[in-house]
């Protein structure tokens, strides 16, 4: 079975800082994207970060650009967000997405086919 599994959230202070992981199970990711996005309540769900496994190219959002880094470990089929000088604003539900095509853009969330359950990270000023 494919599956996303995301960890590492959590309840941290304003200016701190959380790395989220997303294991991927059940299919190699050596090609096409992988994407972080994130829902707080009552509202839409939206792109946070993403890469494209070939040639490696990074996408991030406006609101985090400078704050958060995507990496990925092909060998252990793994995509990390690292979250730095978190704002309250960064409270959300986080998913990780996977497709091997992203055929609608990297930020896209239709362009994806596989998602985790999703990870809490609450930020308290």
């Known amino acids: 079975q494919v599956q996303l599994v995301e960890s590492g959230g959590g309840l941290v202070q304003a200016g701190g800082s959380l790395r989220l992981s997303c294991a991927a199970s059940?299919?190699?990711?050596?090609?096409?994207?992988m994407g972080w996005f994130r829902q707080a309540p009552g509202k839409e769900r939206e792109f946070v970060a993403g890469?494209?496994?070939?040639?490696?190219?990074?996408y991030y959002a406006g609101s985090v650009k400078g704050r958060f880094t995507i990496s990925g470990d092909n060998a252990k089929n793994t995509v990390y967000l690292q979250m730095n000088s978190l704002k309250p604003e960064d409270t959300a539900v986080y998913f990780c997405?996977?497709?091997?095509?992203?055929?609608?853009?990297?930020?896209?969330?239709?362009?994806?086919?596989?998602w985790g359950q999703g990870t809490q990270v609450t930020v308290s000023s």
């Open positions: 997405a996977a497709d091997k095509y992203a055929r609608w853009g990297v930020p896209a969330a239709v362009s994806y086919d596989l």
């Open positions: 059940g299919r190699t990711f050596s090609s096409g994207a």
């Open positions: 890469l494209r496994w070939s040639g490696g190219s990074t």
